[in-house]
Nanobody, 123 residues
Framework: QVQLVESGGGLVQAGGSLRLSCSAH???????????AGWFRQAPGKQRELVAG???????NYEDSVKGRFTVSASVREKTVTLQMNELQLGDTAIYFC??????????????WGQGTQVTVSS
């Protein structure tokens, strides 16, 4: 019911920065509430993990290794979720997925994922 379009991935040197953006588009109706908005990542040979997320009420959670380096933010008006990644490290190399959960027209629930965008950090 909701399509997520991601952008901003790419190749960057260690110590550099990238900004990932995720835009939500409802197939029919309007997004009326967000229960969760954030980013996951999956590196080769590893399980998918939560990187940063905003829950209902505005509580924010970060994976330990990105605290102080990454910042997640969301715009209700623009229907976007952004991940600002600074001081990138080799361990940040992964495919990053946007995830948004909420309601459409105050009735239909949705749980949508982006297609994934590759972030590669080089030395």
């Amino acid at each position: 019911q909701v399509q997520l379009v991601e952008s901003g991935g790419g190749l960057v040197q260690a110590g550099g920065s990238l900004r990932l953006s995720c835009s939500a588009h409802a197939d029919r109706g309007d997004i009326t509430s967000i229960h969760f908005a954030g980013w996951f990542r999956q590196a080769p040979g590893k399980q998918r993990e939560l990187v940063a997320g905003i829950g209902r009420g505005g509580d924010i959670n970060y994976e330990d290794s990105v605290k102080g380096r990454f910042t997640v933010s969301a715009s209700v008006r623009e229907k976007t979720v952004t991940l600002q990644m600074n001081e990138l490290q080799l361990g940040d190399t992964a495919i990053y997925f946007c995830n948004v959960q909420g309601r459409i027209d105050n009735f239909h629930l949705f749980d949508s994922w982006g297609q994934g965008t590759q972030v590669t950090v080089s030395s």
